[in-house]
């Protein structure tokens, strides 16, 4: 993610913000899922990760074989290669049964509907999209709808419409990014406030360039938070400990699910950032989300 990327981090303030003051009332009109603990969900952009051969995946595994592999280290996927193409069927069904029954998928939307169009005449591109990834039946988690920095509130009619008419069977994930959709408070809460009414999802983006885009207002009791690391300093570990602190907050007022996604420029960082932060997580709450570890290879025998 090199959206907010800085590579000066010496003025930047990481220390999370507040909480949004509407975030304690939505968790707290949330349904009660008695008896059902909240779900924790983790994982990176892709799983085509080669630099974990020998390490995460087994050495000289088939390219067929990597999301097999991937889904035993990590219990979700920020799944970006819906950004570029509508899978076919038969590929998302492939997807689902390389993965374990917790696994869940949350396809990005494609560039073609969110870049290239901009919401507008993408009703048949967004029924394609929505038809194809339904595939993944209970495997599927929030498809995520990734709006470019040009989309402004000059479009929040065309927005609107959109997740109107947005298929209800497929749940949504929306990032905003242009500044001055956070610029106006009176506007901002708005359009927090319509994502509310819609059951949409607000994603959290914790980036160094841009802290306006971490608002921390909840529309939903779903948390989609997009990390991006800076190669384990130690700004990433105090990071790591606040949102820890702060997951466990929510899931004290009534969050049911959280999604986090993690962007390291060097992907060998993120299994290693995914272990220190779901110990800080399970410390705090007793959620117990295996993380990635390290597995046995198999040594081909020698002839003397």
Known sequence: MDFGRLS????????????HPETAAVLARAPSLSGTPPAVYIGCPIWTNKA???????AG????????????QFNSIELNTTHYRIPEAPTVRKWRDAVPAGFRFCPKMPQSISHERALYNADELTTTFCRAISELGEKLGPA???LPPTFGPEHLPRLERYLLDFPAYVPLAVELRHPAWFADAGLRDAVFALLEALGKTLVLTDVAGRRD??????????????FNGHGLVGSDYRRADAWAERLAQWISGGLQTAYIFIHQKDIRHSPLWTQYFLEKLRALTGLDVPPPRIIPQSVQGSLF
């Open 144 to 146: 995520f709808l990734q």
């Open 61 to 72: 595994i088939r390219d067929a074989d990597y999301l097999h592999h991937y889904a035993r």
């Open 52 to 58: 974990w051969l020998g390490t995460y995946f087994p």
């Open 8 to 19: 000066d981090l010496r003025y930047v303030d990481f220390c999370l913000p507040a909480d």
């Open 213 to 226: 885009v971490l608002h921390l207002r909840l529309t939903t009791p779903t948390a989609f938070l997009r």
